[in-house]
């Protein structure tokens, strides 16, 4: 067996493993956590791309790689943007020196307890683009290439169980529904639109611009919103 042949068995042994542990939220986690299981990082998120939205969140193994995740949504910046931007993988040695690469993203990492490295492997299956596979590690350094090589195979094999779950029907593709936060986005998105008259990419703008400048993750300021608790037409 091959090196890429074991490690696609190892994926789906503990994706099926973890996938009955997390029966309440669908196996997106799951994702998140064979990939963690299987690779040598600590941490990993999904996020998808989403139209005029850009990129969410969609799942994380821990609470730190959910914060970056979000920090990227609501920069509107960062290794995952690129990598979705370019297809190709984003290499990132030292979370705590992307000032220059991305002030934004930066900025927001600041609020964050985030250290370490991390790659973002574009999830892609030729000209699409579904978003991006983000890997952490602990500690600062750059990812060796058999690190780099495993994590694009896995990328891969989740882009496989991405597709498999979308043509999958009711209640067996529950595990692909978007996102509690990523409903509550498009929600706010919507009231942006009847508030203001403007386009649906504008609208996303508006809430990711609010989110930046206040110090929120973009799923608070939706929050906001939908709670009637913002306005944009006042």
């Not at 190892?10 to 493993?17: K, P, R, V, W």
């Not at 986005?185 to 919507?190: D, E």
Request: proline share 5%; glycine share 8%.
């Amino acid at each position: 067996m091959g090196q890429f042949d074991q490690l696609t068995d190892e994926f789906f042994s503990a994706l099926e493993f973890l996938t009955k542990l997390s029966a309440d939220d669908g196996g997106m986690a799951a994702l998140c956590g064979a990939c963690v299981r299987v690779l040598p990082v600590q941490r990993a998120a999904i996020l998808i791309q989403e139209r005029d939205a850009g990129l969410q969140p969609w799942c994380a193994s821990d609470s730190v790689a959910a914060r970056v995740a979000a920090v990227q949504a609501t920069a509107g910046q960062g290794p995952a943007v690129d990598a979705v931007a370019t297809g190709v993988p984003v290499l990132v040695d030292d979370l705590g020196a992307t000032a220059e690469r991305w002030p934004g993203f930066a900025d927001e990492l600041n609020r964050v307890a985030a250290a370490g490295s991390m790659v973002a492997v574009p999830l892609q299956m030729g000209v699409v683009r579904f978003g991006v596979l983000d890997l952490y590690r602990a500690h600062p350094g750059r990812p060796e290439p058999a690190v780099i090589s495993a994590g694009l195979h896995i990328a891969d094999l989740v882009i496989a169980q991405l597709i498999a779950g979308s043509e999958r029907s009711a209640p067996a593709a529950l595990w692909w529904d978007r996102p509690l936060t990523s409903r509550i986005i498009h929600q706010a998105a919507g009231i942006v639109i009847a508030q203001l008259g403007i386009g649906a990419p504008d609208a996303y703008a508006r809430l990711r611009a609010h989110a930046f400048a206040r110090g929120l993750s973009l799923a608070e300021v939706a929050q906001l919103v939908v709670d009637n608790r913002i306005r944009f037409d006042t």
